[in-house]
């Protein structure tokens, strides 16, 4: 089944302790994103990847890294959360980056940084 | 930059009525796609309908219909014979068709509109 897979699916950890979200496809998509929903400000980008070891910034990079060492993984790096990073977080890929391709969610995780 | 802006944070419908949810959007740009994705209390992000600005035909799905107006910016999503099923927030998201260097190709979304159903 054509798929992306996040993992965890819920996260509670404490503030400054360093944590890893992964994120999966099985479609060989180039393009993969991670984006954070909050209540009231709908869902913004953190980072993207047109393909492998390619990676650029979205809107609210601060405090996150990523990485595309294979095509398809895109995990995303928490080196020391903090308390304002509580959010619910969903991976995103299509086959392309061109506007017109369809994008296939994650199912989300909730990470609560206490 | 471009913005989405959805004015309802929340509404209510009978279910089997009609209900239109509003999105308006400020860009400089002439092609992009605009979407309409719904999230029910599984978290899941659902593509409901997709409009490309190219075309003036409006996109329908079934049950959803969407009204673009380009010159003013708009794109409302209608939902006909409303059911349970429905209820969910709903996301307005434009993306651009133009690659302008970093930042391209993002989806930005709106803040969406928590939709009820009441039986």
């Known amino acids: 089944e054509a798929q992306v897979t996040q993992n965890p699916r819920y996260l509670i950890t404490v503030t400054g302790k360093k944590l890893t979200v992964t994120c999966s496809q099985n479609?060989?998509?180039?393009?993969m994103s991670w984006y954070r929903q909050d209540p009231g400000l709908g869902l913004r980008q953190i980072y993207y990847?047109?393909?492998?070891?390619?990676?650029d910034k979205g809107d609210v990079p601060e405090g996150y890294k990523v990485s595309r060492k294979e095509k398809r993984n895109f995990p995303l790096i928490l080196e020391s959360p903090s308390p304002n990073q509580t959010s619910l977080y969903f991976c995103?890929?299509?086959?392309?980056?061109?506007?017109?391709?369809?994008?296939?969610f994650g199912s989300g995780t909730q990470l609560s940084v206490l | 930059a471009q913005t989405v802006t959805q004015s309802q944070p929340e509404m209510s419908v009978q279910e089997a009525e009609t209900v239109t949810l509003s999105c308006t959007y400020d860009?400089?740009?002439?092609?992009?796609?605009l979407f309409w994705y719904k999230q029910p209390p599984s978290r899941q992000m659902i593509l409901v309908i997709r409009?490309?600005?190219?075309?003036?035909q409006n996109a329908t799905e079934n049950r959803f219909s969407v009204n673009f107006q380009k010159a003013a910016k708009s794109f409302s999503l209608k939902i006909s014979d409303s059911q349970l099923g429905d209820a969910a927030m709903y996301f307005c998201a434009y993306r651009s068709a133009i690659y302008s260097g970093a930042g391209s190709y993002q989806l930005t979304f709106g803040k969406g509109t928590k939709l009820s159903v009441i039986p």
């Open positions: 409009q490309e600005a190219y075309k003036q």
């Open positions: 995103a890929s299509s086959l392309s980056p061109r506007a017109n391709e369809k994008l296939f």
């Open positions: 990847s047109m393909n492998v070891e390619v990676t």
């Open positions: 860009t400089s740009e002439s092609d992009y796609y």
């Open positions: 479609m060989n998509h180039e393009y």
